[in-house]
């Protein structure tokens, strides 16, 4: 059984945690995975909070174990947010897009365990300052909005960088993957792709079956020309258009800002497969099969520690 500095923290049995993906990571994700020994995140995206506390309590209504949220704050609502979290004593806390600082002492005297996502040294560094109990360094392989570091290179700068626990996300579905992350010096993994495909997913089937029929090069990257907004999703006619809009002459930044505006509800709500935006990591190749969510986090663990032991043979 693999266990880590991160299980202690977040009275969790895997090193494993499943990430807060916008119209999918709810509340009976998130506690299938926790009742599986994992940590499940809802993501409370940009929705108003009286959404995020409906989640909290359908999560607490599958399971007693710990899980987590997921705040992106530059959410206008964010602010409401933060206080739900402490008013529902929800343990851990993990954010992204943005600096936590602004509410880290009130989750601290709360008692939360804040976990922020970061894709830099820089960011790393400010969070551990600001008082996060641990970092997901998170590569460019990742779904969603991501950084310009790959997995490889940033996982091992930011556990040289920091004194708190790591964890690797970004390009990692299977155990190979997560002995990968532990190698590098993470402490646990974090998986999106991979639970997107779970059976107590709620997210259309469309979107799924998008997810199992990919290869190694259905994602592309929109946004990288005026930066700041870059995200990974799977190649289709929205993305596509997308990519062929954005580098038009006459296109400025904010013509870019307004051209993803609700494609994401209608890839994980409505199934859209022409005119929604299908956020998945660059994994989403080896993703083949729907299972529940305690079947990946025991096939990647078990897995996991069968490839070390299995590699002290090479070591003479």
């Known amino acids: 059984m693999i266990e880590s500095p991160i299980c202690e923290l977040c009275g969790i049995s895997y090193p494993v945690f499943q990430g807060g993906m916008a119209w999918i990571s709810d509340g009976r994700l998130a506690a299938a995975v926790s009742e599986a020994g994992g940590l499940g995140i809802i993501s409370a995206m940009n929705a108003e909070a009286g959404y995020l506390q409906e989640q909290i309590r359908i999560a607490r209504s599958l399971t007693n174990r710990p899980f987590g949220v997921n705040i992106m704050l530059m959410s206008p609502h964010a602010d409401a947010v933060a206080q739900t979290v402490i008013d529902e004593k929800v343990p851990v806390v993990t954010t992204g897009a943005g600096s936590p600082v602004k509410y880290m002492a009130a989750w601290k005297e709360?008692?939360?365990k804040v976990i922020p996502v970061v894709a830099s040294v820089a960011s790393a560094k400010m969070a551990e300052r600001a008082?996060?109990?641990?970092?997901?360094?998170?590569g460019q392989e990742s779904g969603g909005h991501i950084g310009e570091l790959t997995t490889m290179a940033l996982v091992p700068q930011v556990c040289d960088a920091v004194q708190i626990p790591v964890l690797a996300a970004g390009g990692i579905a299977d155990g190979?993957?997560?002995?990968?992350?532990?190698?590098?010096?993470a402490c646990g993994v974090q998986m999106g792709t991979r639970f997107l495909v779970a059976k107590e997913c709620g997210v259309h089937q469309n979107y799924k079956d998008m997810v199992l029929r990919a290869t190694d090069i259905s994602t592309v990257t929109t946004g990288r020309r005026f930066g700041g907004n870059t995200c990974r999703c799977i190649k289709n006619p929205f993305s596509r258009n997308f990519v062929r809009v954005e580098y038009e002459p006459d296109t400025t930044a904010e013509d870019v800002a307004s051209l993803g505006t609700g494609a994401l509800r209608l890839a994980a709500v409505e199934g859209d497969t022409a005119g929604g935006c299908f956020l998945a990591g660059q994994i989403s190749g080896m993703v083949k099969e729907?299972?529940?969510?305690?079947a990946i986090i025991r096939e990647v663990c078990e897995d996991c520690q069968a490839?070390?032991?299995?590699s002290l043979s090479w070591v003479k």
Do not use: H, K, T
């Open 110 to 112: 709360a008692g939360i």
């Open 131 to 138: 008082g996060a109990d641990a970092l997901i360094a998170e």
């Open 176 to 185: 190979r993957g997560m002995a990968a992350a532990l190698m590098l010096g």
């Open 290 to 294: 729907e299972m529940s969510a305690a």
């Open 307 to 310: 490839i070390l032991e299995r």
